[in-house]
């Protein structure tokens, strides 16, 4: 059975950092790209950052270049999303997704909490 779950979200102060990590099972996690969105309460879900199946290369959101890194480990099934710098405005739930060019299959985490705060 397909699984993605995320963890690492948690409650965290305006500057702070917080690694979320996405560990997958059930498919081969090597042959997929790997995203993380975000949803900000009231707005749409957005993507975040993307990874290739290789990891090669790595997309940002504009809002979130130059604070946050994604990477993965395909030995672990695993992707990772650092992030410095935080803003309340990046709270938010935010999610993991795999997805290929060849295939129709998507796969999406439940989500983890992401809170900034003082």
């Known amino acids: 059975q397909v699984q993605l779950v995320e963890s690492g979200g948690g409650l965290v102060q305006p500057g702070g950092s917080l690694r979320l990590s996405c560990v997958a099972s059930?498919?081969?996690?090597?042959?997929?790209?790997m995203s993380w969105y975000r949803q900000i309460p009231g707005k749409e879900r957005e993507l975040v950052a993307s990874?290739?199946?290789?990891?090669?290369?790595?997309n940002y959101a504009e809002s979130m270049k130059g604070r946050c890194t994604i990477s993965r480990d395909n030995a672990k099934n695993t992707v990772y999303l650092q992030m410095n710098s935080l803003k309340q405005e990046d709270t938010a739930v935010y999610y993991c997704k795999a997805y290929a060019t060849w295939t129709t299959q998507i796969y999406w985490g439940q989500g983890t909490q992401v809170t900034v705060s003082s």
């Open positions: 990874i290739p199946s290789t990891g090669s290369t790595t």
């Open positions: 059930g498919f081969t996690f090597s042959r997929f790209a």
